[in-house]
């Protein structure tokens, strides 16, 4: 039997990130050592795929051209003038819940 912090660090290791796709949105989700986070997964400066990127203690790096977003905030590094989304992640006993808001939803005209 694996307790469920096992099965966690087996999902996601602590400073690890990886895509997770929502409703065809795709998201980086990321651990450190403060907990989860999640961001929009491409990088705003050139669409680079930020999972694939690393993570440096509150920050993600883009391994395109290493731009950095502060996992807490979105915002880019002093210099960028960028920032990315960023999603409210809950931990629960059954799992990781991401906050996702639907952007659109279809009207049926007349
Ligand atoms: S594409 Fe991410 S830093 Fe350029």
């Not at 992640?89 to 939803?105: C, N, P, S, T």
């Amino acid at each position: 039997m694996i307790t469920a912090e096992e099965h966690q660090a087996a999902l996601l290791p602590v400073n690890g990130l990886m895509q997770v796709i929502i409703n065809g949105k795709k998201i980086c989700l990321a651990r450190n050592q403060m907990g989860y986070f999640a961001i929009q997964d491409n990088c705003p400066h050139a669409g680079g795929v930020l999972s694939r990127g690393w993570c440096e203690g509150n920050r993600v790096v883009c391994p395109v051209h290493r731009y950095a977003y502060d996992l807490r905030t979105g915002r880019g590094v002093a210099d960028q003038g960028d920032a990315v989304k960023t999603y409210p992640v809950e931990e629960r006993e059954d799992g990781i819940y991401l906050g996702i808001k639907d952007a659109w939803a279809w009207l049926k005209p007349g």
